[in-house]
């Protein structure tokens, strides 16, 4: 089984444009990524998928491999071009905007696929336990929840479940975008049309599941921070710093 990462870049960024070219320390906050995933050991390749040149440009001056796509509405899309003449079973998307990923979730990621030889799962991804009400509330954390079985049922921007009885101790749960693909689950996705939940929410893992696919979620205890705002950007230098304090 060959496994790959590939790390989709788009450099305009509707909230945050140019965000990945933001410095990290030293280091750019793609190129952070890009080694963190390269560190990991755990891909026979990993790529950055990116429609900007100053991102390809960035990522091959470090000596990484790059490849540029088309301009597309949604990182899988990108991923699935990317990938199309590579030759590989299982591909990780590992957003380029979550700096901190550590192996453990990646590699639980991997052993979904390792374990499924009838091959009923088309896709893995990561959650994590939300317990603030002000992360709960927040419409940039996508909630997911899942049958008895780990399988996603729904992804949202809004407060799900909705807890009608305040006294039942409902669990929420937060969405981390990294996902594992079979290959042809992934090339499958970017042949079918943008469905209706997709555009309402604008949560690209809707269109699998609505089109029948089956995702398996993952729950981790990774504290990490995507960087969707700038504030985002700050929070992620006080963990540098903090890793940096404790090496």
Request: glycine share 6%.
């Amino acid at each position: 089984m060959k496994i790959i990462a590939v790390i989709p870049a788009r450099y305009e960024a509707s909230r945050f444009p140019g965000k990945l070219m933001q410095l990290l320390g030293d280091k750019t906050v793609i190129s952070t990524t890009y080694g963190n995933v390269i560190s990991t050991g755990l891909f026979d390749e990993v790529f950055v998928a990116t429609d900007s040149e100053i991102i390809y440009n960035e990522i091959s001056a470090i000596g990484g491999k790059a490849v540029i796509t088309g301009m597309h509405e949604t990182g899988s899309d990108r991923i699935a071009e990317a990938v199309q003449n590579i030759d590989c079973d299982i591909v990780v998307n590992v957003q380029g905007d979550e700096p901190f990923l550590k192996l453990e979730p990646l590699k639980q990621l991997i052993d979904v696929f390792k374990n499924d030889p009838l091959y009923q799962i088309s896709l893995a991804s990561l959650k994590i336990r939300l317990s603030d009400t002000e992360e709960i509330e927040n419409p940039n954390n996508v909630k997911v929840i899942t049958d008895l079985n780990g399988f996603a049922m729904y992804f949202s921007r809004s407060v799900i479940p909705y807890a009608r009885e305040r006294s039942f101790a409902t669990e929420y749960y937060k969405h981390i975008g990294v996902y594992a693909f079979r290959k042809s689950a992934l090339l499958q996705f970017a042949r079918l049309p943008i469905s209706p939940l997709e555009s309402a929410e604008k949560i690209e893992c809707i269109r699998y599941l609505e089109h029948g696919m089956k995702i398996k979620m993952i729950e981790t205890d990774f504290i990490g921070v995507g960087i969707d705002v700038p504030e985002d950007l700050e929070k992620a230098k006080l963990i540098l710093k903090s890793q940096q304090i404790g090496e």
